[in-house]
C-alpha cells in the first residue's frame, strides 16, 4: 500500500514562494525513497497447471549474490553484497561504499512439492519455479450425464 500526498494545488507559501519552490524540487519525496529507503526488488507471481512461478526484478547481481531458503512452508530469498569503489585524483581520494541488501519471503501454500523447487538467474530476472503435488495438479476429465 502506497500513501500518496495531496496539495490540492495549493502550496505553504509562508517566507518566500521562490524559496518554497526550490526546495520542493530538491527535497521532494521521491528523493528521499529513492536514497535513503532500503528498496526490495518487484515480484511477479504466477499459477500454471503445474508450477507456482516466482520472478523478482534484480539488476546488477550475480547469480552467486543470492541466498535462497526453504524454513518449514516459507520460502526466503536475500542478499546481502557490499561493494567498494575507490578513486583516485589528483589531491584527493574518494571512497564510496554501496550496499545491497534485502530479504523476500513467501508462504507456500500446502499444495507446493517442496522437494522440487528450481531457480534460475538470467538478465537481471530470478526466476523460481515451485512444482505443484502431484495431487495438487488440475485434472481434468468429462462427466457423463446418466
Do not use: C
Not at 42 to 59: G, L
Not at 64 to 87: A, C, G, R
Not at 88 to 108: A, I, P, Q
Amino acid at each position: 500500500m502506497t500513501l500518496v500526498k495531496f496539495n490540492n494545488g495549493q502550496k505553504n507559501r509562508v517566507a518566500n514562494p521562490w524559496f518554497n519552490d526550490v526546495f520542493d524540487s530538491i527535497l521532494n519525496d521521491t528523493y528521499f525513497t529513492d536514497k535513503m529507503v532500503t528498496k526490495t526488488p518487484a515480484v511477479n507471481i504466477a499459477e500454471t497447471d503445474n508450477h507456482f512461478h516466482i520472478e523478482m526484478a534484480a539488476p546488477g547481481l550475480s547469480k552467486e549474490d543470492f541466498k535462497i531458503s526453504l524454513d518449514k512452508n516459507v520460502l526466503s530469498v536475500s542478499v546481502d553484497k557490499k561493494s567498494e569503489n575507490i578513486e583516485e585524483g589528483k589531491k584527493y581520494s574518494k571512497k564510496e561504499f554501496v550496499y545491497n541488501s534485502f530479504v523476500r519471503s513467501f508462504t507456500l501454500p500446502e499444495s507446493a512439492d517442496q522437494l522440487n523447487i528450481e531457480a534460475e538467474y538470467t538478465d537481471g530476472v530470478l526466476k523460481l519455479a515451485v512444482a505443484k503435488k502431484e495431487e495438487a495438479k488440475f485434472q481434468t476429465r468429462e462427466i457423463a450425464v446418466k
